[in-house]
């Protein structure tokens, strides 16, 4: 009698006619494919775990992922470093004189601080502490700081004030001291934002000074309402 599970083209027809039964497969042959299926859906996975699930999980891996899954790890890392690094701000924090070294000149490589010295009841210092608020909020990976100039600076003039300092890497980079560098309780959020910016302090998405705006209206407006030297002249008749 002919074995059925010969490998033969006449039994192959017999099965995909259904008159003989499916080949049975090795054991050695299903435990390789089960190997082989077991690889691939780690190696399909471990691209969707966490770093935390990957520490979970280490001892199921096979030695031939291992490299990959490596390499897959150092990336993942890599992106939450970088994550956190954009995302550990995003607020304006209060810092006393004792706080200084630590918070603005020791900082961290690369972070740029922004700090404020203000005085309660200065109209403008409330303001631009309300503009640095909605800032942080916008540019998460600068540090922002306020301090009352007293606490932070012994007998800091109280007319230099508001004054914001900006640093990198404990360097000072720029500076802003006295209401009129701030052009007044006219100040707007945005001309406070492209003023930061010049300083490379934050990367903003403004493609022009909108003070430039205003100055540009202002003139144009004062061109339209001045009179003409033909009025004038009508007038000396």
Same mark, same amino acid.
């Given at each position: 009698m002919q074995d059925p599970n010969e490998d033969t083209e006449w039994n192959d027809i017999l099965r995909k006619k259904g008159i003989l039964p499916p080949k049975e497969t090795p054991k050695e042959d299903e435990e390789e494919e089960e190997r082989l299926f077991q690889q691939q859906s780690v190696v399909k996975t471990y691209e969707s775990m966490t770093l935390e699930e990957l520490e979970e999980n280490e001892d199921e891996f096979s030695e031939d992922d291992e490299a990959a899954i490596e390499m897959y790890r150092q990336k993942r890392l890599s992106e939450w470093k970088t994550n956190q690094l954009q995302n550990v701000f995003g607020e304006v924090n209060e810092i006393s004189g004792q706080d200084y070294i630590k918070e603005v000149n020791k900082a961290g490589d690369g972070i740029w601080v922004i700090l404020h010295l203000y005085k309660q009841g200065i109209p403008l210092c409330t303001l631009i502490n309300q503009h640095l608020s909605a800032l942080a909020r916008k540019f998460p990976q600068t540090k922002f700081l306020k301090s009352i100039s007293s606490t932070c /600076?012994?007998? #800091?003039?109280?007319?230099?004030?508001?004054? /914001?300092?900006? #640093?990198?890497? =404990?360097?000072?980079?720029?500076?802003? /001291? =006295?209401p009129l560098v701030f052009g007044g309780m006219n100040l707007k959020v945005n001309e406070l934002e492209w003023k930061l910016s010049e300083s490379g302090a934050i990367k903003t998405d403004l493609e022009e000074n909108p003070h430039k705006q205003i100055q540009d209206q202002l003139m144009t407006s004062i061109r339209c309402s001045a009179p003409s030297k033909h009025h004038d002249d009508s007038d000396d008749d």
């Open positions: /600076i012994p007998n #800091y003039p109280d007319r230099n004030l508001p004054t /914001i300092f900006v #640093y990198r890497d =404990g360097d000072m980079k720029a500076q802003f /001291i =006295g």
